[in-house]
């Protein structure tokens, strides 16, 4: 069955700060990983999305990896603000025409001054 | 932009009710995906429709219908409400399938039935 593993549930974290989201998965075959972030009772916004050829790929202060031979990922935050706290979820496609998607059940980030 | 709206923000609806919850989108997307979410379970997809009058069940499709008349309009029924349809639907559409294809969500209806 495929899955998608995050860790850790929730983080804490101090302002200024940076952080690392992991994300495991067992989904195959693989297309591609996305990440995107959810504020408290909104719809989830893309922050980046990487295919198996790719393994990093940057939007701001975020910086998604990915090591396909692992089947893991993590979501770096640099210098964090108080408005990232946010749930953030990771998606793995199954194969390029899918309309599937499994989605993780994310990480709850609280960003504390 | 894309945008995706959905018809409410907030809803509350009693039990048995017929409930129907709209989704429009502007960028012309082929696919439109309706999911729920819920607390430790993260979204499963309820339906999905990639062309108009198209629909495909998804991994949870009991106690819910779909209808795509239109191509930018995807809507959610829910026959006869229940407490345990209590939850946040997000609607979400895509151009493609492609690998770079992004999807866009809407910013979701938090649905109380009591």
């Known amino acids: 069955k495929n899955q998608v593993e995050q860790s850790p549930q929730s983080l804490i974290i101090l302002e200024g700060k940076n952080c690392t989201l992991q994300?495991?998965?067992?989904?195959?075959?693989?297309?591609?990983l996305r990440w995107y972030k959810q504020d408290t009772g909104r719809g989830p916004v893309s922050l980046t999305i990487?295919?198996?050829?790719?393994n990093t790929k940057s939007n701001g202060r975020y910086t998604a990896t990915l090591d396909a031979d692992t089947k893991q990922s993590s979501l770096h935050i640099t210098a964090s603000q108080l408005s990232d706290s946010a749930s953030y979820i990771c998606v793995v496609s199954a194969r390029a025409g899918s309309y599937q998607l499994t989605f993780g059940k994310g990480t709850k980030l609280s960003v504390i001054p | 932009d894309v945008k995706v709206t959905q018809s409410s923000r907030y809803l509350v609806k009693r039990t048995g009710e017929k409930v129907f919850l709209e989704c429009v989108q502007d960028m012309d997307h082929e696919n439109m995906f309706w999911y729920r979410q819920d607390p430790g379970l993260g979204l499963r997809l309820i339906y999905f429709s990639y062309d108009v009058k198209m629909k495909e069940k998804g991994d949870i499709p009991e106690g819910y219908s779909v209808s795509r008349e239109k191509k930018e309009r995807f809507s959610l029924i829910l026959e006869s409400a229940s407490t345990n349809q209590t939850s946040m639907y997000l609607c979400a559409s895509r151009r493609g399938t492609g690998e770079s294809y992004e999807q866009y969500f809407g910013p979701g209806t938090r649905l109380t039935v009591t």
């Open positions: 990487m295919t198996f050829s790719e």
């Open positions: 994300c495991n998965y067992t989904v195959s075959p693989f297309s591609n």
